[in-house]
């Protein structure tokens, strides 16, 4: 069956940096765009940054300039570097992976993120 599994969360202060991971198995990885959400308590999950994929990347204007989305597929494997991190950054991030627009997305259980001011 289809697994994310995210890792690399944490507890870090305001201008520190996380690398967050997102291991897929039971999908042909490569055919899938890939997407890092959050949600923060009392929030609606939001987009975070995305990669398609053709490697074409969108993020949401609140991390452009500090975030930084990539993925290895040789390794099944999607990141999002985090820098310069403030504590509005704080949430439970996500991994999605989805087919085309219109297909099933899967989700992984997430990874809590925490910057302290």
């Known amino acids: 069956q289809v697994q994310l599994v995210e890792s690399g969360g944490g507890l870090v202060q305001a201008g520190g940096s996380l690398r967050l991971s997102c291991a897929a198995s039971g999908i042909i990885f490569s055919l899938y765009s890939m997407d890092w959400y959050r949600q923060a308590p009392g929030k609606q999950r939001e987009l975070v940054a995305g990669?398609?994929?053709?490697?074409?990347?969108n993020y949401a204007d609140s991390v452009k300039g500090r975030f930084t989305i990539s993925r290895d597929n040789a390794k099944n494997t999607v990141y999002l570097q985090m820098n310069s991190l403030k504590p509005e950054d704080t949430a439970v991030y996500y991994c999605a992976a989805q087919s085309s627009p219109t297909a099933y997305r899967y989700w992984g259980r997430g990874t809590q993120v925490t910057i302290s001011s």
């Open positions: 990669i398609t994929r053709g490697d074409s990347t």
